[in-house]
């Protein structure tokens, strides 16, 4: 079991866990819609909001937790699912690594999912100085153009996953 779990994670990559966790919030909405629930009503409705925070848990947070115990024995402090932070000065976070240039003015730290034209195409960001500090909240960056780090401040130090790492 251990060895498979840590190949998995080894393989999968954060990128690949985030757009995992994407696609289980894409495979909810047929299920919606046949009980007559609109993505409009999702985005008034908290209970929805529950539903992605314990399945970012279980896809993304549950496989770094196990992946930062087994190969660092350290479990740093990683932000909820759409949860806004003051600053992540103290905290890991998911790194959003756009592709465009026109977004490459600091740190991108990766808070949720929106819907512009598509349902959940649109990755919500805060941006930070390079003390971890909230210089702009709920910047709107396209899915297609993104990829993810997991960036975390070990006790020795500040260390930053490869996207290949995990």
Known sequence: MYLTMVTQILE???????????ESLLSLIPCLEKANITLEELR????FDNIAETLFQ???????ENHM????NYIPHIPKYGFLYKDYADTSFFEVLPKNVDYRSGTYVFVMFSSKEKPFDTVVC???DENGKVLKRNIEIPYDIVQFRYCFSAPDGNVTLPKGDI
């Open 58 to 64: 279980i896809i993304v947070l549950s496989k770094i």
């Open 12 to 22: 999968t990559g954060v990128s690949r866990l985030i757009g995992i966790f994407r």
């Open 69 to 72: 115990k087994n190969k660092y």
């Open 44 to 47: 008034e409705n908290d209970l």
């Open 126 to 128: 805060n941006l930070t």
